[in-house]
Every structure is written in structure tokens, then in C-alpha cells.
């Protein structure tokens, strides 16, 4: 049994390849702006709209509520970056139910790619709020001496976002692939629904966990501004 579609090489030459993790993120980005396209070619605003409009205002609706939720900061700044890992991870997800297709987020470089960009947009996102030097200094609080240790933290969280999305979609194919060769008859169906239900999860917990992140990222110089007028006021 096959654990990642990495090990799926459906064109070599040399030492060059195309896999099957290739291969599928490439029809998920394309799927992705092909759909876009359409929703926003003609968008209304009135009471009549069509249906993937309406798809679409409820995942932004739903995004918009989670970040202010969550994060405790306001969606407009965030919404973009937010929008596109949930859903880039839950079409990616989705496609797992499709008969002979495995999901990119089945790999494990495909989950560190997007882990990698979660660790890139936090300090970007802390700068801009915080500048440099308030962001960074953060890091050497309450003490010098924790430097490395909180450096080693934002590693860490890292690697945990990228195995932790890589090993629950593993696990996954893996329990389906068994079940399906015991009992064939039943749980291809029962499978399919677990699947959905199961990709949809994992997406919302990625892209909280990193609604997460950004948050603490910003969050400080929120407060510090609150205490800094609340000063002047006395």
C-alpha cells in the first residue's frame, strides 16, 4: 500500500519527474480559478443571486466570522491569506473521494509547503502591525536567555502543522484502503461521506490553527496601543 502520491511517478526524465502530488495540485489550483472566475464574473447584489454566489458569501461569511472569533482582529487584513489555505486544503481534501485520485495534502511536502507558509506570514504579518524591532524583540522576552528557545517554538509549530495535516490524511487513505478490501459491498459509500466530512475538518483546523498564530502575532501591539492611549488619557 502506497503511504504519499509522491511515490506515483507518472512521467521521468533523468532526474526529473512528475508525480502524482504534482500532477493534483495543479487541478486543484486550476479548479480553484476556473470557479473563482465564474463566481465573480457576474456577481449581484441583489436579492437574486445565483448559487455559487451564495456558496461563496457563506465561506466568506463563515472565514469572516472565524477570524474575528478566533483571532480577535479585524478579517479584512487577514481574509486573503486565511480564504486560500482553507480553500486550497479542503478541495484538495474533497478530491480524495474521487475514485483513483489521491489527495495533494496526502503528501508530506505538500503539508510543509503550506506549513512554510504559515511560518512566513506570521512575521510578515507581526511587522506590519509591530515593525521590526517591536516583532523581534518579542522573541528575547522575558529574558535573552529564551532567544533560542522561542525560535526552536516557531520551528516547532512548523513541522507540527505540516505532519499533523500529513498524518491525518495518511491515516485516513490508509484505515479506507483497508476497509474497502474487507468489505467492499458497505463502506465505499459509508467511506465517501467519512471522507468529506473528515477533509472539511482538517481544513478547518489548519487554517485555524493559523488564524491562531497570525493572532498572537498582532495581538500584542493591539494591547500595547490600548495601554498606550489609555496613558495619555490619564
Known amino acids: 500500500?502506497?503511504?504519499?502520491?509522491?511515490?506515483?511517478?507518472?512521467?521521468?526524465?533523468?532526474?526529473?519527474?512528475?508525480?502524482?502530488?504534482?500532477?493534483?495540485?495543479?487541478?486543484?489550483?486550476?479548479?480553484?480559478?476556473?470557479?473563482?472566475?465564474?463566481?465573480?464574473?457576474?456577481?449581484?447584489?441583489?436579492?437574486?443571486?445565483?448559487?455559487?454566489?451564495n456558496?461563496?458569501?457563506?465561506?466568506?461569511?463563515?472565514?469572516?466570522?472565524?477570524?474575528?472569533?478566533?483571532?480577535?482582529?479585524?478579517?479584512?487584513?487577514?481574509?486573503?491569506?486565511?480564504?486560500?489555505?482553507?480553500?486550497?486544503?479542503?478541495?484538495?481534501?474533497?478530491?480524495g473521494v474521487v475514485p483513483g485520485i489521491d489527495p495533494p495534502t496526502g503528501s508530506l511536502s505538500t503539508t510543509t509547503a503550506l506549513a512554510i507558509c504559515v511560518f512566513v506570514a506570521v512575521p510578515l504579518y507581526g511587522i506590519s502591525r509591530r515593525g521590526v524591532i517591536g516583532y523581534f524583540k518579542e522573541y528575547a522576552k522575558p529574558s535573552i536567555l529564551m532567544l533560542p528557545f522561542n525560535i526552536m517554538g516557531e520551528l516547532s509549530r512548523t513541522l507540527a502543522l505540516a505532519v499533523r495535516l500529513f498524518g491525518n490524511m495518511m491515516s485516513g487513505t490508509m484505515i479506507g484502503g483497508i476497509l474497502l478490501a474487507v468489505t467492499p459491498l458497505f463502506f465505499p459509500v459509508v467511506m465517501q461521506l467519512f471522507g468529506l466530512l473528515t477533509g472539511l475538518i482538517q481544513a478547518y483546523i489548519f487554517t485555524i490553527l493559523a488564524t491562531v498564530f497570525i493572532s498572537a502575532a498582532v495581538e500584542v501591539q493591539s494591547g500595547a496601543e490600548s495601554g498606550s492611549q489609555h496613558d495619555k488619557g490619564e
Open 1 to 53: 500500500m502506497r503511504i504519499t502520491p509522491d511515490q506515483i511517478i507518472l512521467w521521468q526524465w533523468g532526474f526529473v519527474h512528475i508525480n502524482a502530488t504534482l500532477v493534483t495540485t495543479w487541478l486543484v489550483m486550476l479548479i480553484l480559478v476556473v470557479v473563482s472566475a465564474l463566481v465573480t464574473r457576474n456577481l449581484s447584489i441583489g436579492m437574486k443571486m445565483s448559487r455559487m454566489q
Open 55 to 95: 456558496l461563496l458569501e457563506v465561506v466568506v461569511t463563515f472565514l469572516n466570522r472565524q477570524i474575528t472569533d478566533v483571532g480577535r482582529q479585524d478579517p479584512a487584513g487577514f481574509l486573503g491569506f486565511i480564504g486560500t489555505l482553507f480553500l486550497f486544503i479542503a478541495v484538495s481534501n474533497l478530491l
